[in-house]
Antibody, heavy 122, light 108 residues
Framework: QLRQSGPGLVRPSETLSLTCDIS??????????WSWIRQSPSRGPEWLGR?????????DYAVSVKGRITISPDTSKNQFSLQLNSVTPEDTAVYFCARQGVGDTLYTFDVWGQGTAVTVSS | EIVLTQSPGTLSLSPGEGASLSCRAS???????LAWYQQKPGQAPRLLIS???IRAAGIPDRFRGSGSGTGFTLTISRLEPEDFAVYYCQQYGYSPLYSFGQGTRVEI
């Protein structure tokens, strides 16, 4: 299960920060990967990036947000977080955390957080 | 950048009817890398189908995925009231690493 937390309103040019608490799995799993995905109104989901552990930590980011985004694990709290810098109103969306599956569900997102509606506005 | 195009944008059907949803990719997609999701208002997407045709846990057998290469289909036989939702296809492997189609709304 994934449980998200974080503010729903962020000022333009500031940093959007969200956290995803993991239960029933480990952020340090050698098989899972942990992503952030957002969805603007009436649009399809947009993958933003992921972090995962395979003997060491890795991350991948979408080109559309590269340079502004950091996804980082916190092993002591079994969670991972999203930081998106220099936000604009175009970053207004519902943000989801999600687990990349394993086995038959590899290359998919089989567990999702509940979603956090984030508005960028002054 | 790969683009997934879903059609039609909206399907207007009645309970008990069948639905056929299309997902066309701008480049070749491996069968292992194509998935389908269902999303209802105010909820996160729910995984229906992975690897083109493997139903996720708890998904009824009226949902069937098929296709290969650049053309994929989600077929829903005998629509139930709870099936009216938006459906997305998703690929893995290109830039961006994961991408979704724009969705097909199945409405009553």
């Amino acid at each position: 299960q994934l449980r998200q937390s974080g503010p729903g309103l962020v000022r333009p040019s500031e940093t959007l920060s969200l956290t995803c608490d993991i239960s029933g799995d480990s952020v340090s799993s050698n098989t899972a990967a942990w992503s952030w995905i957002r969805q603007s109104p009436s649009r399809g989901p947009e993958w933003l990036g992921r972090t995962f552990y395979r003997s060491k930590w890795y991350d991948d980011y979408a080109v559309s947000v590269k340079g502004r985004i950091t996804i980082s694990p916190d092993t002591s709290k079994n969670q991972f977080s999203l930081q998106l810098n220099s936000v604009t109103p175009e970053d207004t969306a519902v943000y989801f955390c999600a687990r990349q599956g394993v086995g038959d569900t590899l290359y998919t997102f089989d567990v999702w957080g509940q979603g956090t509606a984030v508005t960028v506005s002054s | 950048e790969i683009v997934l195009t879903q059609s039609p944008g909206t399907l207007s059907l009645s309970p008990g009817e069948g639905a056929s949803l299309s997902c066309r990719a701008s480049q070749y997609v491996a069968s292992s890398s194509l998935a389908w999701y269902q999303q209802k208002p105010g909820q996160a997407p729910r995984l229906l189908i992975s690897a083109t045709s493997i139903r996720a846990a708890g998904i009824p057998d009226r949902f069937r995925g098929s296709g290969s290469g650049t053309g994929f289909t989600l077929t829903i036989s005998r629509l139930e009231p709870e099936d009216f939702a938006v459906y997305y296809c998703q690929q893995y492997g290109y830039s961006p690493l994961y991408s979704f189609g724009q969705g097909t709304r199945v409405e009553i």
